[in-house]
């Protein structure tokens, strides 16, 4: 199965990518998690990215589509992936497209997370993640089992640094503007699914489980 996962920031798509990976045993990439590593670790990539992501806008379409090129050639990614923040403009899709089709593949399914601007504030500044991992928390809606620690590795939790109110507005700027017509462009292909991601992600599970078996 070759799946994309799109949605405004904090709409759960970190939460559900790990469900389907177990699930299929697909490899799961997500640009958001790789820059952060790369800015973390202060690599060229990561300082190169660093400005946009501080300010909630989108990294150059060659950055992040050399990262997936780069990532993709693992075997692991050859027999099918999920892709979570990616594409996220009509070009990194139209890349993906000629990339894939090089392989003689093409993408099976666009699970598209459907939710209200509104919701989303709060979903955000109340996120915690395990920076390692990528698995998220939330104070009220999914809190961890000892407080600020991550339930595998017992590890501190952190916030992330675009995790707040104002920097959340031109995310989602970024999101009208250049990802809206990414899903017009995999809805026109016929392979967009549409989910009801303000539910609980129990029920957004189940519909993403209905729309990739
Ligand atoms: P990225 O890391 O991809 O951030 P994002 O798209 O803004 O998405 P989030 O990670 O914020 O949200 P999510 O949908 O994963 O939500 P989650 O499941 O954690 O990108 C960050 C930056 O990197 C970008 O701004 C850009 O600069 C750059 N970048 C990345 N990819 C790029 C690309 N392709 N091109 C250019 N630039 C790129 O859930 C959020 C919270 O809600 C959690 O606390 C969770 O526990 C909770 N929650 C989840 N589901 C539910 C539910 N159903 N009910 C209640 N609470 C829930
Ligand atoms: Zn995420």
């Known amino acids: 199965k070759r799946v994309i996962l799109v949605g405004p920031p904090g709409c759960g798509k970190g939460t559900q990518s790990p469900i389907l990976k177990d699930e299929y045993c697909l490899c799961h990439l997500a640009t958001g998690d790789m820059l952060r590593a790369a800015v973390a670790a ?14 909630g806008e989108l990294v150059s ?11 993709m050639k693992k075997p692991s990614c ?33 699970l598209n997370f ?12 109340g996120r915690w993640i395990h920076p390692a991992s990528g698995r998220s ?27 707040n109110a104002e920097v959340l507005k031109s995310r989602l700027e970024a999101f009208h503007k250049q990802t809206k017509p990414v899903i017009d462009y995999y809805t026109s292909k016929g392979i967009t699914v549409n989910l009801h991601a303000e539910k609980s992600p129990k029920d957004v599970t189940s519909e993403i489980m209905k729309a990739v078996s």
Do not use: C, N, W
């Not at 379409?61 to 990532?71: F, K, N, S």
């Not at 139209?94 to 399914?109: F, H, I, P, R, W």
């Not at 928390?137 to 017992?154: E, I, R, S």
């Open 61 to 71: 379409d060659d950055l992040v589509v050399g990262i997936i090129d780069e990532a």
């Open 137 to 163: 928390y939330h104070t009220k809606f999914a809190p961890p089992k000892v407080p600020g620690k991550d339930d595998v590795t017992g590890e501190p939790l952190i916030q992330r640094k675009d995790d």
């Open 78 to 110: 050859q027999k099918g992936f999920i892709l979570d923040g990616f594409p996220r403009t009509v070009i990194q899709a139209e890349k993906l497209d000629a990339m894939l089709e090089k392989q003689g593949t093409k993408v099976d399914k666009v």
């Open 42 to 55: 202060k690599t060229p990539l990561g300082l190169r990215a660093k400005e946009a992501m501080d300010k």
């Open 114 to 125: 459907e939710i209200a601007d509104s919701i989303l504030e709060e979903r955000i500044t």
